[in-house]
């Protein structure tokens, strides 16, 4: 099997071969082919060809193109677990890195369309009134950025670390340029290829470097490339001082392994369930990819009084655990993923054993190559030695941190200057408030457990695309994931400022104050197509009676005293009685509603309702729909019709001209072709 680099559109075949090594038998699995590449000529390729391409599509195109990736890749996945053993990877280790990263591309794909605008760019937020008269507006917008996105990604997740970058970069309208780690670069490499193979993406979308160190690539970034890095904090800040990227302020996300912490709550005790909980959390977190996760508990911090009877749990927990070739069923923890890195973690540990004792050891005998066996340390003085909170080892260990007071364990655990998440388990509500708003300063992502959440709890060490993943300090202060936040990361934010109508006639979304143009027909007669932002229907008036008020009273149930005592009305903020808000929504609603069957399907939903004044009964209403803004949705297999989303405004005034009530309603409407594809 070659590993080679995909530059320009080409797999470059010719080159320095370098074996990469198996884990488990540890002979070749593939040759690197390390080829002479001009680094330049790929950027300027990734900004001149595959940038064009990908800015012509809508934000949601592009999503629609992720998902139908994933799905791609979801069918053969069976071919990347045998490849993925040789990473070390047991099958339940290989689920996280395969199909975590398949199923984060789903997952951002899906946010990005419930979220984004669907148009190439993102309207964001509400429009900022920064004039008197509203003459002068402003809005964001979020733009693809006229560059790319480099990406250099560690050896512990091939498949999860690219895929995770990959998909809002590519949604952003931002082609990629990937560099995997050597070790394990035979399994991100066969992912690549079959991305290609599935020529989904437009040419120039994504190319691959095949090397141990990506030559002179960082000469040729502009401001308009975003690098993102995973990977040791020592290379990451190495990597993020380079000139270029100082001269040119490139973004650099850098997301780098951290001391993380769990701890036990003061309250629990070993007879509770959250005892036993903490204890298989912090067993699992050793043992999954045998240690080699950047969110692993390398921290264990427990009340004094539990400190042996954590030591004893853990103890029992580990012995049971079978360590050997991670393609046999029965294996539940592969070796680390090269000799070189057990090498590593041996001088790592042994660095911890000079300031602490070693309470667990293992029960496997000796081990060769790769393979390595568990370790808990324990440090009597948590607060008095430093480097337990510095030196991480990187394989299947963690340190024991004795406590007394809920202030020290804070304390303990920000000791580490930053690490990517923190968890707590607690029964006691009060606690999990105080070690939590103590710990978020110096934490990515916090998780609080009991034997409420436990069971549907995705663990400590699982970053959730819905969620950020990153961290402050040593973590290396970047931020992935995060749903459709993740994507805005690799676009430009910008502030507009201008008239209402120049600024809606930029963003295609109707702006409050905006000129609108009365709609010929009625626009519930007309199909999704039809249907332009910015075009309105004035309705006719109703004027409003004591007997609406009355009946809708008596149908509602509301009988306020606003609406129906006279006398204590009077002393009320408006100073006499006063038509329910939800009459006047409805009553808007039968004027601007047209009653025969029509394109528009259903009534979706209500966003952004205000009741500005007050209407009174003898008061004549008149209500303004305005098409603001659209969204294209996917036909799914059990859809009767095609069809998209319409927004629409919708303004209601009094016989002054005064604005009683204004929100905005979301409407089905049929399309005339349909978007054939497959269900979420």
């Avoid at 979304?509 to 004035?538: M, N």
């Amino acid at each position: 099997m070659q590993v080679t680099s995909y530059s320009q559109g080409k797999w470059i075949k010719k080159g320095t071969e370098t074996d990469l090594i198996s884990a488990v038998t540890e002979k070749p699995v593939a040759k690197m082919v390390e080829a002479d590449l001009d680094y330049k000529a790929m950027c300027e390729y990734a900004r001149n060809v595959g940038g064009p391409k990908l800015r012509e599509l809508s934000i949601h195109q592009r999503a629609f193109k992720i998902k139908f990736l994933a799905q791609y890749l979801i069918e053969r996945k069976e071919e990347f677990y045998k490849l993925s053993t040789h990473t070390g990877a047991t099958r339940r280790d290989s689920w996280i890195d395969i199909e975590g990263g398949i199923g984060t591309m789903f997952t951002l794909s899906s946010k990005s369309r419930q979220e984004l605008s669907d148009l190439p760019f993102h309207v964001e937020g509400g429009v900022q009134r920064l004039s008197r008269g509203g003459t002068f507006v402003g809005q964001h917008i979020c733009v693809p950025k006229h560059g790319l996105g480099l990406q250099i990604n560690a050896f512990n997740f091939p498949v999860w670390g690219m895929l995770e970058k990959l998909a809002p970069s590519i949604i952003a309208g931002m082609p990629c340029i990937i560099k995997s780690s050597p070790v394990g670069m035979y399994l991100s490499h066969a992912v690549f290829e079959k991305m290609i193979e599935s020529e989904i993406l437009p040419e120039g979308s994504i190319q691959f470097i095949a090397a141990d160190v990506p030559g002179d690539i960082f000469d040729h970034l502009i401001s308009q490339d975003v690098v993102s890095f995973t990977g040791s904090a020592a290379t990451g800040k190495k990597l993020k001082a380079h000139p270029n990227i100082i001269e040119n302020s490139i973004p650099f996300n850098l997301e780098a392994d951290s001391l993380n912490c769990s701890i036990l709550g003061d309250d629990v005790t070993p007879d509770m369930e959250e005892f036993d909980l903490f204890i298989r959390e912090v067993s699992n977190e050793m043992v999954v990819k045998t240690g080699q996760k950047c969110t692993a508990i390398r921290r264990t911090i427990v009340p004094k009084k539990l400190a042996d009877d954590v030591i004893e749990a853990l103890k029992k927990r580990l012995s049971k655990n079978t360590i050997g070739n991670p393609s046999e069923e029965d294996t539940r923890m592969g070796p680390l993923a090269s000799s070189l890195q057990n090498e590593r973690f041996g001088k790592q540990l042994a660095q911890l054993a000079d300031m602490t004792d070693t309470v667990y050891a293992g029960e496997n005998g000796k081990l060769n190559g790769a393979y390595t066996d568990s370790r808990v340390l324990l440090c009597h003085k948590p607060m008095e030695v430093d480097g337990i909170h510095t030196i991480e080892a990187f394989g299947p260990m963690t340190t024991i941190m004795p406590y007394s007071d809920a202030d020290e364990a804070i304390a303990i655990a920000n000791k580490s200057d930053g690490s990517l998440v923190g968890s707590l388990f607690t029964a006691d509500d009060s606690i999990a408030r105080k070690i939590t708003l103590g710990c978020a300063p110096y934490h990515g992502r916090f998780m609080v457990i009991n034997r409420h959440s436990a069971k549907e709890s995705t663990g400590h060490g699982s970053p959730m695309p819905h969620m950020v993943h990153g961290g402050p300090g040593r973590a290396g202060g970047g931020e992935e994931l995060g749903g459709a936040r993740s994507v805005l990361h690799n676009m430009q934010r910008v502030a507009l400022q201008g008239s209402p109508t120049t600024l809606m006639n930029i963003v295609n979304q109707h702006i409050k104050g905006a000129d609108t143009k009365e709609s010929d027909i009625h626009p519930f007669k007309k199909y999704f197509e039809e249907v332009e932002i910015g075009e309105a229907l004035t309705t006719h008036r109703r004027t409003v009676t004591e007997a609406d008020i009355v009946n809708f009273g008596g149908l509602s149930g509301d009988h306020f005293y606003a609406h129906f005592d006279e006398v204590a009305a009077k002393d009320s903020l408006f100073g006499k009685r006063i038509a329910h808000g939800y009459f006047v929504l409805s009553a808007a609603a039968g004027m601007f509603v047209h009653p025969s069957p029509g394109p528009v399907l259903l009534n979706y939903g209500l966003e952004d309702l205000r009741f500005i004044a007050p209407v009174a009964p003898g008061d004549t209403i008149q209500a303004k729909l305005i098409a603001r803004r659209k969204t294209v949705r996917q036909k799914r297999t059990t859809d009767k019709f095609p069809y998209g989303m319409v927004w629409w405004d919708v303004e209601v005034i009094n016989q002054e001209d005064v604005l009683v009530a204004e929100y905005t309603i979301l409407t089905l409407v049929k399309r005339k072709k349909g978007l054939e594809i497959d269900e979420d």
